[in-house]
């Protein structure tokens, strides 16, 4: 019922920046909370950023000043638009909606060479 599309990723050199996207579709409002989680090979999940159609927003600390959330509330879409990359944020991204439960999209390779 509810699907969740990804875009956005890629190669990108250390420094560089890429924006991500994620559209939802299905029976959903505009007040559910969306956002965004990565995992790398051995490491654990992460919650990047999340937001509310108010626009309170959480950041994870290591994305802190680097990362931006945003959405869109007439497209359902959420973004997040990543500066200053280091290879320590190659991972998947996965964004995620939670309406009756959580549905994720397909995931995105962001991959930050140097």
């Known amino acids: 019922q509810v699907q969740l599309v990804e875009s956005g990723g890629g190669l990108v050199q250390a420094g560089g920046s890429l924006t991500l996207s994620c559209a939802a579709s299905?029976?959903?409002?505009?007040?559910?909370?969306m956002g965004w989680y990565r995992q790398a090979p051995g490491k654990q999940r992460e919650l990047v950023a999340q937001i509310t159609s108010g626009g309170y927003i959480n950041y994870a600390d290591s994305v802190k000043g680097r990362f931006t959330i945003s959405r869109d509330n007439a497209k359902n879409t959420v973004y997040l638009q990543m500066n200053s990359l280091k290879p320590e944020d190659t991972a998947a991204y996965y964004c995620?909606?939670?309406?009756?439960?959580?549905?994720w999209g397909q995931g995105t390779q962001v991959t930050v060479s140097s």
């Open positions: 299905g029976s959903i409002g505009s007040i559910n909370p």
């Open positions: 995620y909606i939670v309406v009756l439960q959580t549905y």
